[in-house]
Nanobody, 124 residues
Framework: VQFVESGGGLVQPGGSLTLSCVASGFNVDYYAVGWFRQVPGKEREGVACMSGSDTSIWYEDSVKGRFTISRDDAKNTLTLQMNSLKPEDAAVYYC??????????????????WGKGTLVTISE
């Protein structure tokens, strides 16, 4: 199981970024995949998750209405569209899975497989 994240970069507050996560070794239309983020010195936190079985979606409260998770099964890829970005959204963003079909577990320590992350910087 591997993930390759991309799409991070520098954006101004209020701007948008689209992150991509290409998965290999399993099918994203079968297992749940989550996006997590981590600021240096802080704990990693879950941001969004899409279930494999029924495409049900979970968002962390602070990103609801601003972030959208989606999936391209043909490309085995998940996307995180981030709009109205705030300074507190700056972090390294990761994909992860626990190889379960539903987004039942959302704590980072419960995930077994991680990508290397992509850095999102928000600054004027």
């Amino acid at each position: 199981v591997q993930f390759v994240e991309s799409g991070g970069g520098l954006v101004q507050p209020g701007g948008s970024l689209t992150l991509s996560c290409v998965a290999s070794g399993f099918n994203v239309d079968y297992y749940a995949v989550g996006w997590f983020r981590q600021v240096p010195g802080k704990e990693r936190e879950g941001v969004a998750c899409m279930s494999g079985s029924d495409t049900s979606i979970w968002y962390e409260d602070s990103v609801k209405g601003r972030f959208t998770i989606s999936r391209d099964d043909a490309k085995n890829t998940l996307t995180l569209q981030m709009n109205s970005l705030k300074p507190e959204d700056a972090a390294v963003y990761y994909c992860a899975t626990d190889l379960r079909r539903l987004c039942q577990r959302k704590r980072p320590e419960q995930m077994g497989y991680w990508g290397k992350g992509t850095l999102v910087t928000i600054s004027e």
